[in-house]
């Protein structure tokens, strides 16, 4: 008698509580599948590989969000960045179009961030992400791949140069202030939250040697003292952007915009001061990034505010709109 009610039991709390279970889970790690109807075909150059895959617009985007975005991220955020990725490839792929890239001629787009756009794999994502959270995190990139599928950023109807980085000061930088020209589009707006960002705040150490091997200067052989000294350190501000990012700084006899000493110093943002201690320099730098466009942990918090991706993309894109792309029309 008891046997036959412990059964009973049994195979009642089977029947509520493990089998609806296993159906949520079975449902969860069901992938998600990537709305490739209208979708023209991308020639990828894979720079880890050197081959190419081709592969459909949309099954692609999915790879450059994982590469590009935090997947913990609210997924409106994750839908800015997907439109933000998306118009920057139609842009690359109707140009290799009429000319080939002359980097990668059989490609439309390669996966070198630098040259083009970061990109994984599913089996990279795997890696990364883990096996246990892969299925959850891919299938909420899909969703927010699908939920944008087609959808791109123009201004005045053109494609717009999608421009972004990690984390802002704040404020986002002018585009005039940073490279050579004034794009109407990328304008300094604010930026609140970027200082939920771990690389807000970062400190960065230099020896003197090592400064001086990366500029071509002479700094080791001033005392530190002097260097401190803002009246006669041999680092001076030329010109700092509105935002207190450095625009042009002089060291010793040599000028250098902002973006070129980041780049030799190897600092995460031209928003920097310094301070010189024995025979290193200590670089104190706020943001992550060149500053233009969309900042990825700005979109993060307006996202968490209530914010879809539409306003997030019109805030960090002044005067764009956005527009469905077709293969066939431009
Ligand atoms: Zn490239």
């Known amino acids: 008698m008891k046997k036959a009610i412990i059964l009973t039991l049994l195979c009642l709390f089977l029947a509520i509580v493990i089998l609806p279970a296993l159906v949520v889970l079975r449902g969860q790690r069901q992938e998600v599948k990537v709305d490739t109807s209208g979708s023209p075909l991308i020639?990828?150059?894979?720079?880890?590989?050197?081959?190419?895959?081709?592969?459909p617009l949309e099954?692609?985007?999915?790879?450059?969000?994982?590469?590009?975005?935090?997947?913990?991220?609210?997924?409106?955020?994750?839908?800015?960045?997907a439109v933000a990725a998306r118009t920057?490839?139609?842009?690359?792929?109707?140009?290799?179009?009429?000319?080939p890239n002359k980097d990668h001629p059989d490609a439309h787009i390669c996966t070198n961030h630098a040259h083009c756009q970061a990109y994984v794999s599913k089996d990279e994502m795997s890696?990364?992400?883990?096996?246990?959270?892969?299925?959850g995190y891919y299938n909420k990139i899909a969703r927010a791949v699908n939920a944008t599928a087609g959808v791109v950023l123009v201004y005045q109807g053109k494609l717009i140069d999608p421009v972004y980085h990690s984390t802002?000061?704040?404020?986002?930088e002018n585009s005039g202030d940073v490279w050579q020209f004034d794009i109407p589009?990328?304008?300094?707006?604010?930026?609140?939250?970027?200082?939920?960002?771990?690389?807000?705040?970062?400190?960065?150490?230099?020896?003197?040697?090592q400064i001086?091997?990366?500029?071509?200067?002479?700094?080791?052989?001033?005392?530190?003292?002097?260097?401190?000294?803002?009246?006669?350190?041999?680092i001076q501000v030329v010109e700092r952007t509105a935002t207190g990012r450095i625009k042009t700084i002089k060291v010793g006899d040599k000028e250098f915009k902002g973006e070129e000493i980041r780049a030799k110093l190897g600092l995460n943002s031209t928003h920097f001061s310094w301070k010189a201690q024995e025979d290193k320099l200590i670089f104190l730098v706020t943001g992550y990034g060149h500053g233009v466009g969309m900042s990825q942990y700005g979109a993060n918090y307006?996202?968490?505010?209530?914010?879809?991706?539409?306003?997030?993309?019109?805030?960090?894109?002044?005067g764009t709109e956005l527009r469905k792309y077709s293969a066939n029309k431009k």
């Open 302 to 318: 307006f996202a968490k505010e209530g914010k879809d991706y539409k306003d997030i993309l019109s805030h960090y894109y002044t």
């Open 88 to 99: 920057y490839t139609i842009k690359r792929y109707e140009a290799a179009k009429k000319n």
């Open 127 to 135: 890696k990364n992400w883990g096996m246990l959270k892969y299925p």
């Open 185 to 209: 589009y990328l304008k300094s707006v604010d930026s609140p939250g970027d200082e939920e960002s771990p690389k807000f705040k970062t400190q960065h150490t230099l020896t003197l040697a």
């Open 43 to 55: 020639n990828v150059l894979n720079v880890k590989t050197k081959e190419i895959e081709v592969l």
């Open 212 to 234: 001086d091997k990366a500029l071509g200067t002479t700094l080791s052989a001033v005392p530190a003292s002097t260097i401190n000294n803002p009246k006669g350190s041999p």
């Open 59 to 81: 099954e692609y985007i999915v790879g450059v969000v994982a590469a590009e975005m935090p997947v913990d991220f609210e997924t409106e955020a994750l839908k800015a960045q």
């Open 168 to 172: 802002s000061v704040g404020k986002t």
